[in-house]
């Protein structure tokens, strides 16, 4: 117990530590500016002590929302020379300067979660709320799937899964030229992606500059389009909760609502047979990933119970295969590495929604398993960015903001 209340101070102090005034970095060095979905789960960490704090970190994150209404996976209010890539290569035109992609659209489901703490805020996110979850149909469902899909590994928030490395495979890289990668600088490189996968990162950020950050030109021709069951999956939740906010300040919840069948009718798009989960799949040829990710967990968290039982035994047989729950890629499979990014390790804010949905569902008993494996991997390897499967060892960044407010709000609040 004691080991558990200092974890819960240590918690506090990485939040505090990396607390910028009006936001939160997702740790100091490797990820110096304000994360997108970084910062919505850091409000439910702050949430727990600071109120007011939890508000405003989510509350700035909009006030760089786009015109178009995309909120920017990274925000730039300080000085980038030291990090890379910064504004100079995205060339967003935008201020504050930002990347000109988004990030897995959390936000709203945390705001309904913090809604009832002042709800005159609540409100006041609603409409800026809604223009996002507008911009993902039209600018990331282009071909009209009922689907969303990613313009840019990052836009994920997985950057270096396998399921994107067929859609990648074929770029154009012959202008990257020369580049200094700082994460390496700060982070084993054996944890990272290879700079073979940075050269496409960077490719695909020049396509975008090249068409001017333009929706309708990148959602038809980006030479990278890949349809994401976790993006929909989350779009869909936060779909949902949108909708709750805007029913309890009486606001006509209809075109929402038709968002929500589209995407719940949609998602069936994912399942695949073959490897009986919800896999991502390439928008133009419709070819499937060959493998299962944490993500095909992620359908009961978005609201969709149709292969409820073929996701709970996926999870079983994953289970019988490392000591933690839940690896970022199936360990069964070749191309799992433990301690590399997204290929292996696993991630509190994954296991959070993966157990929440599965708690919505009924399978609480899974829930809590996860929940209990996560308080686990924290005690172990501390306040990592990620963390071994096998052996629970920290992987990537130290003193992690989102997995500090993991702890403070759900891995580690059942046993404070």
């Known amino acids: 117990m004691d080991n558990e209340r200092d974890l819960g101070l240590k918690a506090r102090s990485i939040l505090l530590d990396n607390d910028r005034g009006d936001y939160t970095v997702p740790t100091a060095d490797l990820y110096p500016f304000q994360w997108n979905w970084d910062s919505a789960f850091v409000a439910l960490g702050w949430a727990e002590f600071d109120n007011d704090r939890a508000w405003r970190e989510i509350e700035v994150l909009f006030d760089a929302q786009w015109p178009s209404g995309m909120v920017p996976h990274i925000v730039f209010w300080t000085d980038a020379a030291t990090y890379f890539p910064g504004p100079d290569v995205w060339q967003a035109g935008q201020s504050p300067a930002s990347s000109g992609i988004s990030q897995p659209p959390v936000v709203a489901t945390i705001v309904r979660h913090l809604a009832s703490t002042d709800p005159e805020r609540a409100a006041a996110l609603i409409k800026p709320l809604d223009q996002w979850h507008q911009w993902w149909h039209s600018a990331r469902d282009a071909y009209d799937l009922g689907v969303i899909a990613i313009a840019h590994p990052w836009e994920s928030g997985r950057d270096n899964l396998p399921d994107w490395d067929p859609a990648l495979a074929g770029l154009d890289t012959s202008r990257v030229g020369t580049y200094q990668r700082r994460d390496t600088d700060l982070v084993d490189a ?21 068409n001017r950050w333009d929706d309708e030109l990148i959602g038809r021709n980006n030479p990278f389009l890949v349809a994401d069951p976790a993006i929909s999956a989350v779009l869909l939740r936060a779909e949902r909760d949108l909708a709750a906010l805007m029913h309890d300040n009486g606001l006509d919840t209809g075109p929402v609502e038709a968002r929500i069948a589209r995407l719940a009718e949609g998602y069936e798009r994912f399942w695949n047979p073959d490897v009986g989960a919800y896999c991502a799949f390439d928008v133009r040829s419709g070819v499937h990933a060959d493998a299962a990710t944490s993500a095909s967990f992620l359908a009961p968290y978005g609201g969709v119970t149709n292969h409820l039982d073929e996701t709970v035994d996926l999870l079983r047989a994953w289970a019988e295969k490392t000591r933690f729950l839940v690896p970022s890629f199936d360990p069964r499979d070749d191309r799992y590495e433990p301690d590399r990014y997204w290929r292996g390790p696993i991630w509190a804010v994954v296991n959070y929604m993966i157990a929440t949905g599965l708690a919505d569902q009924g399978a ?10 996560t308080r686990d991997l924290i005690a172990t390897g501390g306040f990592a960015e990620s963390f071994n499967p096998e052996v629970g060892s920290g992987t990537g960044g130290k003193s992690f903001s989102w997995t500090a407010a993991m702890w403070l709000s759900w891995a580690g609040a059942n046993a404070a």
């Open 364 to 373: 609480g008993d899974w829930a809590e398993r996860i929940r209990i494996s």
């Open 190 to 210: 054996g944890m990272r992606p290879h700079k073979a996968d940075y050269d496409r990162y960077l490719a695909l950020v020049q396509f975008g500059v090249d």
